[in-house]
Nanobody
Framework: QVRLRESGGGLVQAGGSLRLSCAASGRTFASVTMAWFRQAPGKEREFVAAIFGSAGVHMAFADSVKGRVTISRDGAKNTLYLQMNSLKSEDTAVYYC????????????????WGQGTQVTVSS
């Protein structure tokens, strides 16, 4: 059974940093497209970042986080990471990990598996 479990969320001041983790289980995820999405209160879930391609050599980022966020994964640990720096109040959201995309990496509907999410709150 494939499972994704996010962790690392919390309360941080504007300008601070957080690293989110997504522990995957049920099989190997080393070469599978994986991504982070987020959903702010009252808004639709939106794409944040994705890692894809052989050995995770390709990455994609939403314009709103480009330059402030990095995505990486540890194949040996089956874990996906999202390092977020220079956090802003508008980054406040529940962050979700997703895997197994069958279409465009930035489209929510492309992904098969989802985690339960982790809350990130940025205070100004």
């Amino acid at each position: 059974q494939v499972r994704l479990r996010e962790s690392g969320g919390g309360l941080v001041q504007a300008g601070g940093s957080l690293r989110l983790s997504c522990a995957a289980s049920g099989r190997t995820f080393a070469s599978v497209t994986m991504a982070w999405f987020r959903q702010a209160p009252g808004k639709e879930r939106e794409f944040v970042a994705a890692i894809f391609g052989s050995a995770g050599v390709h990455m994609a980022f939403a314009d709103s986080v480009k330059g402030r966020v990095t995505i990486s994964r540890d194949g040996a640990k089956n874990t996906l990471y999202l390092q977020m720096n220079s956090l802003k109040s508008e980054d406040t959201a529940v962050y979700y990990c997703a895997s197994d995309s069958s279409g465009p990496v930035s489209q929510e509907g492309s992904y098969i598996y989802w985690g339960q999410g982790t809350q990130v709150t940025v205070s100004s």
